[in-house]
């Protein structure tokens, strides 16, 4: 295990220090390596802080329901929002001195390129150091291993999305609208996954797959949206990707203007009902096929169930999820709109009305539901999209 950890640690910082020698950072590899060992050193400040709170608590965080509700209140108020302070905080220095060190100025492709790479470095140094401080602490079993493999990889995503904001941003810098509401919603998707991950068993920790894969998918997104800004992209093995026609970011930003037409509330308030009436019946059919079947979704509730509980979760997560774009769709068409606005409106009431009424039945369970809104908002969008009036 102290092999593994030191792995952890070392190995994603080293590939990404690589691939930043190999790209347009050469000249930054120093500050970068700088940059994730201050996120390091910003992860052990943390682990002290929290392991003090936790004691003068009396929280038990280890425990099978992850403290609970009040363990979700803590790492939803206090741990998520520390975390993305600190990591802020390590990294924004190194990135005010870079550009105070440039010879010239940045084009607008640079910024955005440097500030990603820098809050992917501090962010690689907080994440890999956490998976090596808990390999080294605890008695740990493989599945703290998996647990390290998921981890980096979503944290270090979802502090690239802020530091895109803050890339496009660069004159705002911590004040830009758009970076706060980017850092808040990181904030928000980090204590989820936070719990997900590592304050539950292993089937909560496939659930985070789903959201790894749409953060993916997302960096893909805006990483083809800034290669575009480049006049003369150079050719890489990469290229075609880049050129290739499909979604990028300005047509997505085009599918959610409003074309000269009000809102209306009429349509949005049908969405919701729609929505809400298609998960509902695609839950019945899940169920329905679940009993067809011989399976028992009782499991789910048991704290032992271990992968036994896989299966249901699986078809509930589907039914649930399938509502979505077909609902997005429909309201599309029925609506005859050009926008995406009011099917993502409709999507964004029907998901907060989910998180209320999961919270008022079961407090822990909402971070399932928010691990998996930004799931159900894309695929409602999607739906809509292809419903979109010519």
């Not at 050193?41 to 929290?50: D, M, N, T």
């Not at 790894?212 to 990483?223: G, H, S, T, Y």
Request: charged share 15%; with cysteine.
């Amino acid at each position: 295990m102290w092999l593994l950890a030191v792995v952890s640690i070392l190995l994603p910082i080293g590939v990404s220090m690589w691939l930043a020698f190999r790209s347009t950072l050469k000249a930054a590899v120093p500050m970068l390596v700088a940059t994730a060992a201050t996120g390091g050193v910003g992860y052990l400040l943390v682990y002290a802080l929290r392991t003090l709170v936790e004691h003068w608590a009396k929280l038990d965080m280890a425990a099978a329901d992850g403290g609970g509700a009040a363990g979700l209140l803590y790492v939803l108020l206090i741990v998520a929002p520390v975390q993305l302070a600190v990591v802020v905080s390590a990294m924004v220095p190194w990135w005010r001195l870079r550009r105070s060190r440039s010879e010239r100025g940045f084009t607008s492709k640079q910024e955005t390129l440097d500030a990603v790479a820098f809050a992917v470095a501090v962010a690689l140094g907080f994440a890999s150091t956490r998976t090596g401080v808990g390999l080294i602490i605890r008695a740990s079993e493989w599945l703290d291993v998996l647990r390290g493999l998921v981890a980096i990889p979503t944290f270090t995503l979802l502090c690239g999305l802020w530091g895109f904001a803050l890339g496009r941003n660069p004159g705002s810098g911590l004040r830009s609208p758009k970076f706060r509401a980017t850092w808040l919603g990181t904030v928000i998707l980090a204590a989820a996954t936070e719990q997900m991950i590592f304050h539950r068993g292993g089937i909560a920790l496939l659930a985070v797959l789903p959201l790894l894969l749409c953060l993916l998918l997302l960096a893909w997104l805006l990483w083809r949206d800034v290669v575009r800004r480049d006049d003369q992209p150079r050719s890489t093995r990469f290229s075609s990707l880049s050129v290739a026609p499909s979604a990028s970011l300005a047509s997505l930003q085009e599918a959610f203007r409003r074309r000269q037409q009000p809102l209306t509330l009429r349509w949005i308030s049908l969405g919701v009902l729609v929505t809400s009436g298609m998960m509902t019946a695609g839950l019945a059919v899940a169920i329905g096929t679940g009993r067809q079947l011989g399976i028992d979704f009782a499991v789910v509730d048991r704290v032992d169930a271990g992968a036994r509980a896989l299966v249901p979760l699986l078809l509930l997560g589907t039914g649930g999820l399938a509502a979505f774009p077909g609902a997005g769709y429909l309201l599309a068409r029925a609506s005859g709109t050009r926008s995406v606005i009011e099917p993502a409106l409709a999507a964004a009431l029907t998901i907060v009305l989910v998180m209320v009424v999961m919270g008022m039945a079961e407090p822990t369970s909402i971070v399932f539901a928010i691990a998996f809104a930004p799931i159900a908002f894309a695929l409602s969008c999607i739906g809509a999209w292809f419903g979109l009036a010519d």
